[in-house]
């Protein structure tokens, strides 16, 4: 397992931009996919974004597809949530997560395909 930080969340008003971070600790990184997840206040926890341990693949849920990009940096271990032109409903808890990767196109999508979670950065957009 990896360990994971996220950082970035706040208020914001909607049209506005936020870029989340997430530092991981461990020598083994690169050979972690990486995804996003959010849960908003009564909701189940829902895939947001996710990216292969290269970074060539990537994939988004569609309510964020055009808005939201993901990218990662492994000589520093952290992987970024770009989220443009954001929107009240998309205010929750962010959580960074990681999943061992087997092969360098392998992306993720499903909570159960991640063994390691950051602690969430709260993400609040106002109308």
């Known amino acids: 397992q990896v360990q994971l930080v996220e950082s970035g969340g706040g208020l914001v008003q909607a049209g506005d931009s936020l870029r989340l971070s997430c530092a991981a600790s461990g020598r083994t990184f690169s050979r972690y996919a990486m995804g996003w997840f959010r849960q908003a206040p009564g909701k189940e926890r829902e895939f947001v974004a996710a990216?292969?341990?290269?970074?060539?693949?990537?994939y988004s849920t569609d309510p964020v597809k055009g808005r939201f990009t993901i990218s990662r940096d492994n000589a520093k271990n952290t992987v970024f949530l770009q989220m443009n032109s954001l929107k009240p409903e998309d205010t929750a808890i962010y959580y960074c997560?990681?999943?061992?990767?087997?092969?360098?196109?392998?992306?993720?999508?499903?909570?159960?395909?991640?063994?390691?979670w950051g602690q969430g950065t709260q993400v609040t957009v106002s109308s």
């Open positions: 990216i292969s341990w290269s970074g060539g693949h990537k």
């Open positions: 997560a990681g999943g061992l990767a087997r092969r360098s196109d392998y992306v993720p999508t499903h909570i159960g395909d991640f063994d390691s």
